[in-house]
């Protein structure tokens, strides 16, 4: 599976992807491609992607990013962002690809 994280500007959703890439590490899920991207590169990385997910503080931009893709899209739970909880976000992606 390939997992798109989108965010203002990248970077604080980089954190959250090395920590998903390591949960990941040592599975049958190692290969699954996770990267993060600034919202406004969507549009050029959306195709390469199963699922997209946007940070919280986008979250006012959840229509519009519908709007702009067909792969599923859902806004990463604040308090798992925050977090950091990898585990529930690589959930939350499986269950929006089911």
Known sequence: MNILLVCAAGASTGI????MLKFLEGTDRAHWRIEAHPVNMLD???KEFDVVLLGPQIAYQLDHVKKQTEKPVDVINAIDY???RAENVINQAIKLTE
């Open 16 to 19: 959250l992807v090395k920590k």
């Open 44 to 46: 050029k990385m959306e």
């Open 82 to 84: 925050g977090m950091g």
